[in-house]
């Protein structure tokens, strides 16, 4: 959400957990009006490129709003159906064991994918599989991006439960704080749009939002988004999705690098918009390949959690 905007009408909550409640802020919680209870932060806020992407863990019962973003400019088009290949049947030998894994699992649908991770977020009911290397963060945890100047650090966008792909990938006091700051090489999660008009534009902006926030900015041209094609996932699930790069990123610091990402939305079982992105630096050597990206969004699936 860009400063001076409001969220769209209806229920803009990514995670659609009932009982949201207004508290006054204090330091280091989002403001009152995004409807965010108290955060309690399980290790110290991490930040990506630049200092940009801000880490959070939550309480268990904590709820955070965040609007469906308002950016990106990408052509809509794309009217061939762009149907999942079966993901690969084995992968590379593991460099984090199942002993790393934050999550106990005992409630986790089984990974599609030999080999692979499953990663599940109970709170909208979608599972997607990684590749073993990857870590799942607990179900608590949420990244979200902010505007840089943004004292309050309303959230662009977000995304829960995610996975992360070498968290210690690049390590800088990007800010000048005295402290060095962890920058992951790539991470993928999901959230809920409720507010949002339709896939399309959440394919979008949500794209969109990712480069701008973890990478680009302040410099909103140097973000493209391609076409918002149709894609079907190796379970049938129909939604929208999009990519969005950025080029010519200024390089203040050694973590600064130009990102991509890529969302994918639909509608869930119940009515209910929702997505799943994936965003991570591009143009280095360890580059999560695009036919890695399709792979991880082909195995996006619903799942009903145990205790529902």
Not at 89 to 104: E, G, K, L, M, Y
Not at 280 to 307: M, Q, S, W, Y
Request: net charge negative; charged share 25%.
């Amino acid at each position: 959400m860009w400063p001076g905007e409001q969220p769209p009408a209806g229920d803009p909550s990514p995670y659609r957990q009932p009982g949201h409640q207004r508290q006054q802020p204090y330091a280091g919680q989002r403001p009152a009006s995004w409807n965010a209870p108290a955060v309690t932060a399980a290790t110290p806020p991490g930040r990506g490129p630049g200092g940009r992407t801000k880490l959070v863990a939550l309480a268990a019962a904590a709820v955070v709003v965040v609007a469906a973003a308002a950016t990106g400019a990408g052509l809509v088009g794309g009217d061939e159906d762009d149907r999942a290949e079966p993901g690969p049947t084995a992968s590379a030998p593991a460099s984090a064991s199942a002993a790393d894994d934050p999550r106990d699992g005992k409630d986790d649908p089984e990974p599609t994918v030999a080999g692979w991770r499953v990663v599940a977020n109970p709170e909208v009911g979608i599972a997607f599989d990684v590749p073993a290397s990857w870590v799942p963060q607990s179900p608590t945890w949420v990244t979200y991006v902010a505007q840089d100047d943004d004292p309050e650090e309303k959230p662009l966008v977000a995304m829960k439960a995610p996975a992360v792909l070498k968290e210690k990938w690049c390590s800088a006091d990007g800010d000048r704080d005295g402290r060095v700051d962890d920058t992951p090489l790539a991470s993928a999660g999901t959230r809920g749009n409720n507010g949002a008009r339709g896939t399309e534009e959440i394919a979008r902006n949500d794209s969109a939002a990712w480069v701008y926030g973890a990478f680009a900015q302040p410099a909103r041209d140097k973000v493209t988004t391609g076409p918002v094609t149709p894609f079907t996932t190796a379970s049938g699930i129909k939604g929208s999705v999009a990519t969005s790069r950025s080029s010519g990123v200024a390089k203040q610091g050694k973590c600064d690098v130009d990102g991509k990402a890529t969302t994918f939305a639909f509608e869930a079982a119940d009515g209910d918009l929702v997505s799943w992105s994936f965003f991570g630096a591009a143009d280095v050597g360890d580059e999560v390949p695009d036919a890695t990206v399709r792979k991880i969004l082909a195995t996006v699936r619903e799942f009903t959690p145990a205790d529902s």
